[in-house]
T-cell receptor, first 114, second 114 residues
């Protein structure tokens, strides 16, 4: 079983919809949680970064972390066609063995159609 | 501020050859990490360098190696290429040496092994 599980989708929504993306994980040592967006033929772009449990909002994006349930979410409000991409959750621990090392989910392919 | 720069963007090699990929981190960033991305396995951590020293390593065979120079630029080498090495190789840089630092990715080098 993978340390981080993410539904690969694909997910298709109409423009303006609220999108919910989720990941579950098994390693209780993870303390930093990220969401990356990756367009075709590009590298991952950091969208949201959260330490430990709680919510974080940035414009149309909200990240939630529930460490007790080992569950993280990304919500996209008022989705736009330009949000069409692959969304990757990633996480890491805090110790020396975590230097540079992110553990990624498989990625969810999102399409927002006009 | 320029982002992470990876060269070349595309490479075609044949089995048994070796290849060297290059990465220039964001100015001021001293940590460089390398990842392999494939459709089947997703993003997997290869290794991380800080101040010319490898501090962390993923579960890849010894054919995969890297180094970092005094200006923080990094190279990754794969020897005796196999068909399964075909992948997008991504480099990421971060500012300092704390485990919680944010990682910023380049656009990657797409390697095809024939």
């Amino acid at each position: 079983q993978k340390e981080v599980e993410q539904d690969p989708g694909p997910l298709s929504v109409p423009e303006g919809a609220i999108v919910s993306l989720n990941c579950t994980y098994s390693n209780s040592a993870f303390q930093y949680f990220m969401w990356y967006r990756q367009y075709s033929r590009k590298g991952p772009e950091l969208l949201m970064y959260t330490y430990s449990s709680g919510n974080k909002e940035d414009g149309r994006f909200t990240a939630q972390v529930d460490k007790s349930s080992k569950y993280i979410s990304l919500f996209i409000r008022d989705s736009q066609p330009s949000d069409s991409a692959t969304y990757l959750c990633a996480m890491r621990g805090a110790g020396g063995t975590s230097y540079g090392k992110l553990t990624f989910g498989q990625g969810t392919i999102l399409t927002v159609h006009p | 501020k320029a982002g992470v720069t990876q060269t070349p963007r595309y490479l075609i090699k044949t089995r048994g050859q070796q290849v060297t990929l290059s990465c220039s981190p964001i100015s001021g960033h001293r940590s460089v990490s390398w990842y392999q991305q494939t459709p089947g396995q997703g993003l997997q951590f290869l290794f991380e360098y800080f101040s010319e020293t490898q501090r962390n390593k993923g579960n890849f065979p010894g054919r995969f190696s890297g180094r970092q120079f005094s200006n923080s630029r990094s190279e990754m080498n794969v020897s005796t290429l196999e068909l399964g090495d075909s992948a997008l190789y991504l480099c990421a840089s971060s500012l300092a040496d704390r485990a919680g630092e944010k990682l910023f990715f380049g656009s990657g080098t797409q390697l095809s092994v024939l």
